[in-house]
C-alpha cells in the first residue's frame, strides 16, 4: 500500500519568523518548506544591509495582495499608484513583482520601454516626474515572452528590484503582487522586514469562490506578522448608466467581503463598483481617475486611497513615538 501522503494544516504553521519555521511537524509536505528552512531568518546580515541602505528614503511601503487571481489586483495598484502621484508634491513608485504575469507596463502606458543602468543602479521608467515604475516586462524583448522560472529566480529578481533600483526618496512604494501564498510573497516581506511596511491591502470579489482564497491571504498575512491596512471589494455591483439599476454581477452569497471583515475582524476599505470604462482606461495605459472624474467607481476610489494615507500617517507617526 501506499504510505500516507503528509497533511498540511495552515492552523499549526509555525510561521516564516520562527525558530521552527521549515522543520515543524505541521511543515511536512508544504511546498514552501524548504524556502522557510532556508530562510526563515530573513536575509544574511549583508544583504540586509544593502537593502537597508537602498530604501532607507521610503517612507511607506504597501503590499497588494490577494489570494485569487483575476480580482483585480493591479488594477487597484495602478489606481492607487495614479491617486498618490496626483498630488505633486508625493513621490510614489510601483513595483511590480508578477513575475510570470506582469501587467503593470500595459496599464500605466509603459509597454515596450526599457530599464536604463546609471552609476546609482537600476533606473525606474517614469509615467510622470513623480510616478516611477519597475517590472520584468521592462526586461522582456516582448510582452508576449513567458517567464519559465523556479522560485530561487524568481526571488532573486526580487531582490534586485529592491537592492539595485535607484527608488530615491520616495514617499510611497506601492508592491503589486501575484496571487497567492508563495514564494513570491515570502521573499519580499522577508526582504523588506529590514526596513519598514506599513502593511497589505487585500483585493477581493464578492462571491465565495474569492473569499475563500482571500481568507487564506489573510492568514499568510497574520503567520508572517503582516499588518493588514483593510480589504477592498472590486467588481461590487454595477448600476446601469442608462436606466441606474444596480445589478450584482457577482452575487455575495456569503455576505461578502463586509461579512468576511466583520468575521476575521479586519477593516473594510470600501467597496469599488464595476465600470465598463476601468478596462478600457487599462487597455490604453491612462489613469482611469483623470478619465472618469466622476464615475462612482472613482469616488470610491479616492475615498480608499485617502483612508490608506490615513493609516499609512498613524502608522508612521506611531513608529516614531515608539522611538
Known amino acids: 500500500a ?3 501522503q503528509p497533511s498540511l494544516c495552515l492552523a499549526e504553521c509555525p510561521g516564516t519568523g520562527s525558530a521552527q519555521a521549515g522543520s515543524a511537524a505541521a511543515c511536512q509536505g508544504c511546498p514552501n518548506q524548504g524556502l522557510c528552512a532556508a530562510g526563515a531568518a530573513g536575509p544574511d546580515p549583508g544583504e540586509a544591509a544593502e537593502l537597508r541602505a537602498r530604501l532607507r528614503a521610503v517612507r511607506h511601503t504597501v503590499l497588494v495582495l490577494s489570494g485569487k487571481g483575476g480580482v483585480g489586483k493591479s488594477t487597484f495598484s495602478a489606481a492607487l499608484a495614479h491617486g498618490l502621484a496626483a498630488d505633486e508634491h508625493k513621490q510614489v513608485a510601483l513595483l511590480d ?5 506582469p501587467s503593470i507596463p500595459k496599464m500605466m502606458g509603459l509597454e515596450g520601454e526599457q530599464v536604463h543602468q546609471s552609476g546609482s543602479g537600476w ?4 509615467v510622470e516626474e513623480n510616478l516611477g515604475v519597475m517590472s520584468v516586462g521592462f526586461l522582456l524583448s516582448s510582452p508576449d515572452d513567458a517567464v519559465i522560472w523556479r522560485g530561487p529566480k524568481k526571488n532573486g529578481l526580487i531582490k534586485q528590484f ?3 533600483v535607484d527608488w530615491g526618496e520616495i514617499d510611497y512604494l506601492i508592491v503589486d503582487t501575484p496571487p497567492g501564498t508563495s514564494d513570491e510573497h515570502l521573499s519580499i516581506v522577508q526582504y523588506l522586514s529590514v526596513t519598514r511596511i506599513d502593511g497589505a491591502v ?3 470579489t464578492p462571491q465565495e469562490i474569492s473569499l475563500q482564497d482571500v481568507r487564506k491571504e489573510i492568514n499568510f ?11 477592498v471589494e472590486n467588481m461590487s455591483g454595477f448600476v446601469c448608466p442608462k436606466c441606474k439599476k444596480e445589478s450584482q454581477i457577482f452575487p455575495p452569497t456569503t455576505g461578502g467581503a463586509e461579512k468576511m471583515c466583520q468575521n476575521l475582524n479586519v477593516s473594510l476599505l470600501g ?3 464595476l465600470d465598463p470604462q476601468i478596462g478600457r482606461s487599462c487597455d490604453r495605459g491612462q489613469s482611469f481617475l483623470s478619465e472618469a472624474p466622476e464615475s462612482p467607481a472613482t469616488l470610491s476610489y479616492r475615498n480608499i ?3 490608506i494615507q490615513e493609516y499609512c500617517e498613524q502608522h508612521h507617526s506611531q513608529e516614531e513615538k515608539m522611538i
Open 2 to 4: 501506499a504510505a500516507p
Open 162 to 164: 529592491l537592492r539595485d
Open 123 to 126: 533606473s525606474p521608467v517614469y
Open 221 to 231: 498575512c497574520h503567520k508572517v506578522k503582516l499588518p493588514i491596512i483593510g480589504v
Open 305 to 307: 486611497i485617502q483612508r
Open 202 to 204: 487585500i483585493v477581493t
Open 97 to 101: 513583482i508578477d513575475i510570470c504575469g
Open 271 to 273: 467597496k469599488v463598483p
